[in-house]
């Protein structure tokens, strides 16, 4: 069974920082790429970061270069997104999609920036 997990959210001062993670299981091989999306409330699903676990290759919405790094755990699927300099625009629930033949969505981990 495939099993897509993310923990880590939280709320956080505007310019904090928190780790979120991703852990996708139930898959024999790597999945072709780990993302992350987000989705505040009353706006669409948008494409935050993602990366290919063979790889490394990763790639960024303009609006979070340079400010959130994805990376690749030890294991298999697993996938850190590591946020930085969080504004308030960046609340929002976080949802990692293991992307392979099918997309496999987990449930999301809200993140609140605020003072």
């Known amino acids: 069974e495939v099993k897509v997990v993310e923990s880590g959210g939280g709320l956080v001062h505007p310019g904090g920082s928190l780790r979120l993670s991703c852990e996708a299981s139930?898959?024999?091989?790597?999945?072709?790429?780990m993302n992350w999306f987000r989705q505040a409330p009353g706006k669409e699903r948008g494409l935050v970061a993602r990366?290919?676990?063979?790889?490394?290759?990763?790639n960024y919405a303009d609006s979070v270069k340079g400010r959130f790094t994805l990376s690749r755990g030890n294991g298999r699927n697993t996938a850190y997104l590591e946020m930085n300099n969080l504004k308030p625009e960046g609340t929002a629930m976080y949802i990692c999609c293991a992307r392979n033949r099918n997309d496999y969505w987990g449930q999301g981990t809200q993140v609140n920036v605020s003072s």
């Open positions: 990366i290919f676990p063979v790889s490394g290759t990763t």
């Open positions: 139930g898959f024999s091989n790597s999945v072709l790429s």
